[in-house]
Protein backbone atom coordinates (compact mmCIF):
# COMPACT_ATOMS: atom_id res chain seq x y z
CA UNK A 1 0.00 0.00 0.00
CA UNK A 2 1.27 3.69 -1.21
CA UNK A 3 1.35 6.28 1.12
CA UNK A 4 -0.72 9.42 0.27
CA UNK A 5 1.62 12.20 -0.71
CA UNK A 6 0.32 16.21 -0.46
CA UNK A 7 1.71 18.18 -2.36
CA UNK A 8 1.66 21.76 -1.00
CA UNK A 9 1.87 24.90 -3.64
CA UNK A 10 4.33 27.19 -2.08
CA UNK A 11 5.11 25.24 0.83
CA UNK A 12 8.79 26.51 0.69
CA UNK A 13 7.66 30.02 1.64
CA UNK A 14 6.35 31.56 4.80
CA UNK A 15 3.12 32.90 2.52
CA UNK A 16 2.54 29.34 0.88
CA UNK A 17 3.00 27.73 4.64
CA UNK A 18 0.33 30.52 6.03
CA UNK A 19 -2.22 29.76 3.39
CA UNK A 20 -1.92 25.62 3.91
CA UNK A 21 -2.32 26.23 7.67
CA UNK A 22 -5.52 28.84 6.96
CA UNK A 23 -6.92 26.36 4.82
CA UNK A 24 -6.22 23.20 7.09
CA UNK A 25 -7.67 25.53 10.13
CA UNK A 26 -11.56 26.32 7.83
CA UNK A 27 -11.90 22.64 7.10
CA UNK A 28 -11.33 21.72 10.91
CA UNK A 29 -13.93 24.81 11.30
CA UNK A 30 -16.27 22.81 9.06
CA UNK A 31 -15.55 19.59 10.55
CA UNK A 32 -16.36 21.17 14.06
CA UNK A 33 -19.66 22.98 12.80
CA UNK A 34 -20.78 19.79 10.84
CA UNK A 35 -20.46 17.56 13.94
CA UNK A 36 -21.86 19.81 16.39
CA UNK A 37 -24.77 20.01 13.68
CA UNK A 38 -25.57 16.63 13.80
CA UNK A 39 -25.11 15.74 17.12
CA UNK A 40 -27.15 18.51 17.63
CA UNK A 41 -30.15 16.98 14.91
CA UNK A 42 -29.35 13.33 16.76
CA UNK A 43 -30.36 14.95 20.13
CA UNK A 44 -33.50 16.24 18.40
CA UNK A 45 -34.43 12.71 16.73
CA UNK A 46 -33.43 11.06 20.27
CA UNK A 47 -35.83 13.25 21.96
CA UNK A 48 -38.66 12.82 19.51
CA UNK A 49 -38.07 8.97 19.79
CA UNK A 50 -38.49 8.94 23.64
CA UNK A 51 -41.38 10.84 23.43
CA UNK A 52 -42.71 8.31 20.99
CA UNK A 53 -41.54 5.37 23.48
CA UNK A 54 -43.37 7.19 26.40
CA UNK A 55 -46.60 7.66 24.51
CA UNK A 56 -46.57 4.20 23.49
CA UNK A 57 -45.67 2.68 26.73
CA UNK A 58 -48.90 4.92 28.23
CA UNK A 59 -51.14 3.74 25.61
CA UNK A 60 -50.67 0.42 26.26
CA UNK A 61 -50.56 0.61 29.75
CA UNK A 62 -54.50 1.25 30.57
CA UNK A 63 -56.99 -0.15 28.16
CA UNK A 64 -58.95 2.40 25.88
CA UNK A 65 -62.31 1.34 25.02
CA UNK A 66 -62.80 4.10 22.24
CA UNK A 67 -61.70 4.57 19.11
CA UNK A 68 -58.67 6.51 19.16
CA UNK A 69 -58.05 8.25 15.52
CA UNK A 70 -61.61 8.29 14.31
CA UNK A 71 -60.98 10.20 11.32
CA UNK A 72 -57.73 8.88 10.35
CA UNK A 73 -55.63 12.23 11.31
CA UNK A 74 -53.52 11.43 14.01
CA UNK A 75 -52.22 8.09 11.64
CA UNK A 76 -51.74 10.41 9.02
CA UNK A 77 -49.82 12.99 11.12
CA UNK A 78 -47.81 9.75 12.02
CA UNK A 79 -47.53 8.82 8.25
CA UNK A 80 -46.28 12.26 7.16
CA UNK A 81 -43.89 12.24 9.91
CA UNK A 82 -42.82 8.94 8.82
CA UNK A 83 -42.17 9.78 5.27
CA UNK A 84 -40.14 13.10 6.19
CA UNK A 85 -37.76 11.06 8.49
CA UNK A 86 -37.20 8.53 5.84
CA UNK A 87 -36.36 11.64 3.62
CA UNK A 88 -33.87 13.02 5.87
CA UNK A 89 -32.38 9.61 6.25
CA UNK A 90 -32.00 9.40 1.95
CA UNK A 91 -30.83 12.96 2.50
CA UNK A 92 -28.00 11.56 5.42
CA UNK A 93 -26.74 8.43 3.53
CA UNK A 94 -25.63 10.50 0.80
CA UNK A 95 -23.71 13.43 3.14
CA UNK A 96 -22.35 10.07 5.08
CA UNK A 97 -20.99 8.72 1.63
CA UNK A 98 -19.85 12.40 0.85
CA UNK A 99 -17.68 12.37 3.66
CA UNK A 100 -16.60 8.67 3.65
CA UNK A 101 -15.33 9.65 0.17
CA UNK A 102 -13.63 12.66 0.99
CA UNK A 103 -10.03 12.98 0.73
CA UNK A 104 -9.20 16.31 2.61
CA UNK A 105 -11.15 13.92 5.96
CA UNK A 106 -9.58 11.26 8.08
CA UNK A 107 -10.77 8.42 9.98
CA UNK A 108 -10.11 10.22 13.23
CA UNK A 109 -11.73 13.06 12.40
CA UNK A 110 -15.16 11.99 13.46
CA UNK A 111 -17.23 13.02 10.49
CA UNK A 112 -18.47 9.33 9.27
CA UNK A 113 -18.98 7.93 12.62
CA UNK A 114 -21.32 10.79 13.71
CA UNK A 115 -23.16 10.18 10.41
CA UNK A 116 -23.68 6.62 11.77
CA UNK A 117 -24.79 7.42 14.93
CA UNK A 118 -27.32 9.55 12.88
CA UNK A 119 -28.66 7.23 10.81
CA UNK A 120 -29.19 4.48 13.71
CA UNK A 121 -30.90 7.11 15.72
CA UNK A 122 -33.09 8.37 12.78
CA UNK A 123 -33.79 4.40 12.08
CA UNK A 124 -34.42 3.78 15.85
CA UNK A 125 -36.97 6.95 15.53
CA UNK A 126 -38.92 5.60 12.04
CA UNK A 127 -39.43 2.20 13.45
CA UNK A 128 -40.77 3.53 17.11
CA UNK A 129 -43.15 5.79 15.53
CA UNK A 130 -44.12 3.51 12.74
CA UNK A 131 -45.06 0.99 15.92
CA UNK A 132 -46.97 4.24 17.58
CA UNK A 133 -48.82 4.24 14.11
CA UNK A 134 -49.85 0.31 13.92
CA UNK A 135 -50.80 0.42 17.14
CA UNK A 136 -53.50 3.00 16.74
CA UNK A 137 -54.30 1.86 13.59
CA UNK A 138 -55.10 -2.24 14.94
CA UNK A 139 -56.91 -0.50 18.51
CA UNK A 140 -58.88 1.11 16.06
CA UNK A 141 -59.59 -1.89 14.17
CA UNK A 142 -60.78 -4.25 16.77
CA UNK A 143 -63.13 -1.73 17.98
CA UNK A 144 -64.59 -1.67 14.57
CA UNK A 145 -67.91 -3.63 14.69
CA UNK A 146 -68.00 -6.10 12.62
CA UNK A 147 -68.98 -5.64 8.83
CA UNK A 148 -71.41 -8.15 7.04
CA UNK A 149 -71.60 -11.85 8.09
CA UNK A 150 -69.76 -15.16 7.28
CA UNK A 151 -68.82 -15.54 3.41
CA UNK A 152 -68.52 -18.87 1.66
CA UNK A 153 -65.07 -18.24 -0.09
CA UNK A 154 -62.57 -15.84 -0.46
CA UNK A 155 -64.60 -14.23 -3.94
CA UNK A 156 -67.63 -13.47 -1.80
CA UNK A 157 -65.29 -11.96 0.68
CA UNK A 158 -63.47 -9.81 -1.75
CA UNK A 159 -66.99 -8.66 -3.35
CA UNK A 160 -68.05 -7.26 -0.03
CA UNK A 161 -65.07 -5.51 0.34
CA UNK A 162 -65.44 -4.28 -2.79
CA UNK A 163 -68.72 -3.25 -2.46
CA UNK A 164 -67.93 -1.48 0.89
CA UNK A 165 -65.82 0.82 -1.06
CA UNK A 166 -68.11 2.34 -3.41
Not at 41 to 47: D, I, K, L
Not at 87 to 103: F, H, Q
Amino acid sequence: MRAATYVVPGAGSPAGVHAYAGRTLDLLRAIERTIDHISENRGHVAVLAGGAVKYLEQLQARPVDAVLDPDGAVCAMFAEALGALERIYRDATVRRAAAASDRRLRGDDGVVEVYDDYLSSLSGCHDVLHEVKEWIETHDALLEPAKGGTYADAGDLIDAIQSDRK
